[in-house]
């Protein structure tokens, strides 16, 4: 099965047509989905999200000044399922970007930026009879961050702000769901994270 959709506004082209100043926004997205059962225990599946976007103002002060700010972003993610007689186990991927930009008249790289991730996730569920079942899972995910701000001062332009930075988490979990006598239902468990940002290592167990 498979679907695909698209939509874009035209809202910003009556604006300039009403008036000769002011906001105009507009923007243009499409989604798209494909599932695909390999057997009648196996499925394979993948999504893609992506659109743009543009803002314009000229309701400034001087009429000759102009804001124009863009932005863009893109999402994919492809899945994995298997199914079987004791358990489930389920794998994912995903890869996204995102990036704008802002310009005024007298200033072309008034903000730039852009962002990157890379993740992935598989979960397992396995089941050993009717009253306990065992669930493990884990991720990564890489991202990555940079940021450009510039500013007319003193009759130039200066750059006061130009970073960037990346960094990965990782995680991983397992619980056990216990029905005891058909009347109470325990689930203990426990999860670890790392972040290369901040170095730390958590843990978070729970019943």
């Given at each position: 099965?498979w ?8 809202v910003d ?5 009403l ?15 494909a ?94 009879g ?26 130039g ?17 397992a ?33």
């Amino acid at each position: 099965s498979w679907l695909m959709s698209a939509r874009k506004s035209y809202v910003d082209l009556l604006v300039k047509r009403l008036r000769d100043e002011g906001i105009a926004f507009s923007f243009t997205d499409t989604q798209s989905k494909a599932v695909y059962d390999v057997t009648d225990r196996q499925r394979v599946d993948f999504t893609i999200i992506a659109g743009r976007s543009r803002l314009e103002d000229t309701d400034r002060d001087d009429r000759s000044d102009r804001f124009v700010g863009r932005n863009q972003a893109a999402i994919a993610v492809a899945g994995w399922r298997l199914t079987g007689s004791r358990g489930l186990v389920t794998a994912r991927m995903l890869g996204g970007v995102s990036e704008f930009r802002n310009d005024e008249t007298d200033n072309p790289t008034f903000d730039e930026g852009a962002e990157r991730q890379l993740a992935a996730r598989i979960d397992g569920t396995v089941v050993f009879g009717p009253d306990l079942q065992i669930e493990i899972g884990g991720e990564t995910e890489r991202a990555r961050e940079t940021r450009r701000r510039d500013r007319v001062i003193g009759g130039g332009v200066r750059t006061i702000n130009d970073y960037s930075g990346e960094a990965t988490r990782t995680g991983a979990y397992a619980l056990v769901r216990a029905d005891v006598f058909n009347r109470l239902l325990v689930v203990p468990g426990a999860r670890v994270d790392h972040s290369t940002l901040t170095g730390e290592t958590t843990g978070s167990p729970w019943l």
